[in-house]
């Protein structure tokens, strides 16, 4: 029997992502991810200073350039996934929890697909900060000391996204029977056939949902 594992959002330095080595997974059922002293690092959990923010005209690409005093990183969102960041604002300190992705388009190489985003008070990072020396110590040194720069619009890149309003809709009606196949999702859900198989495979690849004879299953 196949052993699903639910991936954790794990708290780190950003500059310690950066020292990391990103490893596409070649198992069916395992996220890519980034191996960082040893750890295999598919989800984050990070709070963070908002040092700006770009949105597409249009609304339907948003992201955030964000610092936690280690080194930056940038967080994006794109269609229905926008309004995640719609009331974050450049100066905000906000906990952001999210899936680290590669990113073969940019210096960094990497960025945060944000599930979660929600604004913190301050003294949330001070203690954030105190969590990471202790287990962690100091920030590493990081190569990429310098700020990251506002991004192009002529550059940025058109991909399709996980939209978490849909995954929700198809974690809700799994929850409630598990006995529904892809033509029964298709049937309840508002969608096209292509957008629910790619919002299904990435339910597979990340440990939410599990499929046993055409059946789709909650990872418990």
Request: charged fraction near 35%; aromatic fraction near 8%; proline fraction near 2%.
């Amino acid at each position: 029997m196949v052993n699903f594992e639910r991936q954790p959002a794990q708290k780190i330095w950003i500059s310690n992502l950066y020292n990391g080595k990103f490893v596409k997974s070649e198992e069916e059922f395992k996220p890519n991810y980034l191996v960082v002293n040893e750890r295999n690092i598919s989800r984050v959990n990070l709070v963070v200073n908002v040092i700006n923010k770009y949105e597409k005209e249009g609304g339907n690409y948003v992201s955030l350039i964000l610092d936690d005093g280690s080194a930056q990183i940038r967080t994006k969102c794109w269609g229905e996934d926008c309004k995640l960041l719609k009331n974050i604002e450049k100066g905000e300190i906000v906990l952001l929890i999210g899936k680290v992705k590669e990113d073969k388009f940019s210096e960094e190489g990497i960025y945060i697909n944000a599930e979660i985003v929600k604004k913190v008070d301050p003294n949330f990072e001070i203690l954030r900060k105190l969590e990471l020396v202790k287990e962690f110590g100091k920030p590493s040194e990081h190569t990429k000391k310098e700020s990251l720069i506002e991004e192009d619009p002529e550059e940025i890149e058109e991909i399709k996204m996980s939209s978490n309003s849909l995954r929700n809709k198809i974690l809700n009606l799994i929850e409630k029977n598990e006995n529904l196949d892809f033509e029964n999702l298709l049937k309840k859900l508002n969608c096209s056939d292509s957008d629910l198989l790619y919002e299904v495979n990435e339910l597979i690849k990340d440990g939410e949902i599990f499929e046993v004879k055409g059946k789709y299953k909650l990872l418990r």
